[in-house]
């Protein structure tokens, strides 16, 4: 089977996928790519595409990302016509929707089957942009989002089959199509991420191996879509009334999703001014490679998750496969994966004192919560492993070729 990854970073979402057809001969396996760091994959030929040019400053800002994604898949094009001189033809293509990647590639691979991976489909209402009243919505903003959605659009018209990690986010397009997209979860390495109790944490310029009480927070920036602000003030109420507890926060000092603060101060310098904390007990250890990451996870007393009605973050999957007492939002795609009292504990996203109580809950019965951490694990072996769902994802990969070569 010939396999045409189209994604703008790499590997990205086909990082284990792409892996898995590679490691089969039978399999040729290509991936086109914006990304242009030296980053490779065994049997893995990576190509690049660019776009011709940035996006005119002239371009009414409703309908930027639409150029955008259009120039994304002009380049894509131009690309596959390379590949197609050079003989290549693709039996199915995988592209990231949304971004413009996969748009003319049923012009060029009109035989392909096209595999379109639907992260996020944008909502004015009853999702993450009106959820949070401290960022209220205006009518500018409400039109945008709906012109946004021109280029998934686009993708959902095109491709034969989609695929969208969870069922809350596939929720979020429009209902005409969830015909087309199947849920299907990425996967989370269960051999990789797993607990080992009682471990204490040792990082290469950080010693916390005596520490008994310790608080984490995974994310890949600090902002209101993860729940920073709520966070900070979470753990300055358990800080307050824990005196030998302390917190190890891997995030990058930046916005990730949502908006920035209107005075262009950092979530973490607007915080450290309205929230007394000791310092010496706060740890910032910024992004981290996975090897280091995942001792952070395993050593975690309470791992605290917060997020928006948003998509769901890797990092809880891998927090619950660790077997994390985790402290979550209770908010939709938190719910879909975990029940109060059973596989961890939720509480109010807009409230600190209620995160801090939970938190507080945990730390005080380390015995009763042995269970919600085993099941917080066991819900990953059983319902997200990634070798079981990868081998899935290779299924309807089949089954998309053979219905596109009838």
Request: aromatic share 10%.
């Given at each position: 089977m010939n396999v045409l990854f189209l994604h703008n970073n790499f590997p990205a979402q086909f990082l284990h996928?792409?892996?898995?057809?590679?490691?089969?001969?039978?399999?040729?396996?290509?991936?086109?790519t914006k990304h242009t760091e030296d980053v490779q994959l065994p049997g893995v030929r990576k190509v690049p595409f660019l776009?011709?040019?940035?996006?005119?400053?002239?371009?009414?800002?409703?309908?930027?990302?639409?150029?955008?994604?259009?120039?994304?898949?002009?380049?894509?094009?131009r690309l596959a016509e390379q590949l197609k001189a050079a003989g290549f033809v693709p039996d199915v293509v995988c592209a990231h929707s949304g971004w413009g990647a996969g748009m003319f590639i049923k012009d060029i691979f009109p035989q392909a089957g096209l595999l379109s991976y639907f992260e996020w489909f944008g909502q004015a209402h009853g999702s993450d942009v009106d959820f949070d009243p401290a960022f209220p919505l205006t009518l500018d903003e409400t039109l945008k989002i709906r012109a946004g959605n021109a280029p998934m659009l686009v993708?959902?018209?095109?491709?034969?089959?989609?695929?969208s990690p969870t069922r809350w986010q596939r929720d979020q397009f429009p209902s005409e199509f969830h015909d087309k997209i199947t849920v299907l979860h990425d996967g989370v390495d269960t051999d990789y991420f797993f607990p080992d109790p009682g471990m204490k944490l040792v990082l290469p310029d950080l010693d916390l191996s005596h520490v008994d009480e310790l608080i984490t927070y995974v994310s890949r920036g600090m902002d209101s879509y993860r729940g920073f602000p709520q966070f900070m003030e979470a753990i300055a109420y358990v800080l307050e009334r824990r005196p030998n507890c302390h917190v190890a926060i891997v995030a990058a000092e930046r916005v990730a999703y949502g908006p920035s603060l209107?005075?262009?101060?950092?979530?973490?310098?607007?915080?450290l001014e309205k929230v007394p904390l000791d310092l010496s007990r706060v740890h910032f250890l910024g992004n981290l490679p996975y090897g280091l990451y995942k001792l952070v996870l395993r050593a975690s007393s309470v791992h605290i998750y917060l997020t928006r009605p948003f998509v769901l973050s890797w990092s809880f999957m891998e927090a619950m496969a660790s077997g994390c007492l985790i402290v979550a939002s209770d908010?939709?795609?938190?719910?879909?994966?975990?029940?109060?009292?059973?596989?961890?504990?939720?509480?109010?996203?807009?409230?600190?004192?209620?995160?801090?109580?939970?938190?507080?809950?945990?730390l005080d019965h380390p015995e009763t919560m042995r269970s919600i951490r085993h099941n917080a694990r066991q819900t990953i072996v059983e319902q997200y492993a990634q070798s079981s769902l990868l081998s899935k994802q290779v299924q309807l990969l089949e089954e998309l070729m053979l219905s596109s070569s009838t």
């Amino acid at each position: 089977m010939n396999v045409l990854f189209l994604h703008n970073n790499f590997p990205a979402q086909f990082l284990h996928l792409s892996q898995k057809l590679a490691a089969d001969p039978s399999h040729t396996v290509v991936f086109g790519t914006k990304h242009t760091e030296d980053v490779q994959l065994p049997g893995v030929r990576k190509v690049p595409f660019l776009p011709s040019r940035e996006v005119n400053p002239s371009t009414h800002h409703y309908i930027r990302n639409y150029e955008s994604a259009v120039l994304h898949g002009q380049a894509v094009f131009r690309l596959a016509e390379q590949l197609k001189a050079a003989g290549f033809v693709p039996d199915v293509v995988c592209a990231h929707s949304g971004w413009g990647a996969g748009m003319f590639i049923k012009d060029i691979f009109p035989q392909a089957g096209l595999l379109s991976y639907f992260e996020w489909f944008g909502q004015a209402h009853g999702s993450d942009v009106d959820f949070d009243p401290a960022f209220p919505l205006t009518l500018d903003e409400t039109l945008k989002i709906r012109a946004g959605n021109a280029p998934m659009l686009v993708d959902l018209y095109s491709c034969d089959r989609g695929i969208s990690p969870t069922r809350w986010q596939r929720d979020q397009f429009p209902s005409e199509f969830h015909d087309k997209i199947t849920v299907l979860h990425d996967g989370v390495d269960t051999d990789y991420f797993f607990p080992d109790p009682g471990m204490k944490l040792v990082l290469p310029d950080l010693d916390l191996s005596h520490v008994d009480e310790l608080i984490t927070y995974v994310s890949r920036g600090m902002d209101s879509y993860r729940g920073f602000p709520q966070f900070m003030e979470a753990i300055a109420y358990v800080l307050e009334r824990r005196p030998n507890c302390h917190v190890a926060i891997v995030a990058a000092e930046r916005v990730a999703y949502g908006p920035s603060l209107p005075d262009g101060k950092s979530y973490k310098q607007a915080m450290l001014e309205k929230v007394p904390l000791d310092l010496s007990r706060v740890h910032f250890l910024g992004n981290l490679p996975y090897g280091l990451y995942k001792l952070v996870l395993r050593a975690s007393s309470v791992h605290i998750y917060l997020t928006r009605p948003f998509v769901l973050s890797w990092s809880f999957m891998e927090a619950m496969a660790s077997g994390c007492l985790i402290v979550a939002s209770d908010t939709p795609p938190v719910r879909e994966v975990m029940q109060d009292g059973v596989n961890g504990l939720l509480a109010d996203f807009f409230s600190p004192a209620e995160i801090g109580d939970r938190v507080c809950e945990a730390l005080d019965h380390p015995e009763t919560m042995r269970s919600i951490r085993h099941n917080a694990r066991q819900t990953i072996v059983e319902q997200y492993a990634q070798s079981s769902l990868l081998s899935k994802q290779v299924q309807l990969l089949e089954e998309l070729m053979l219905s596109s070569s009838t």
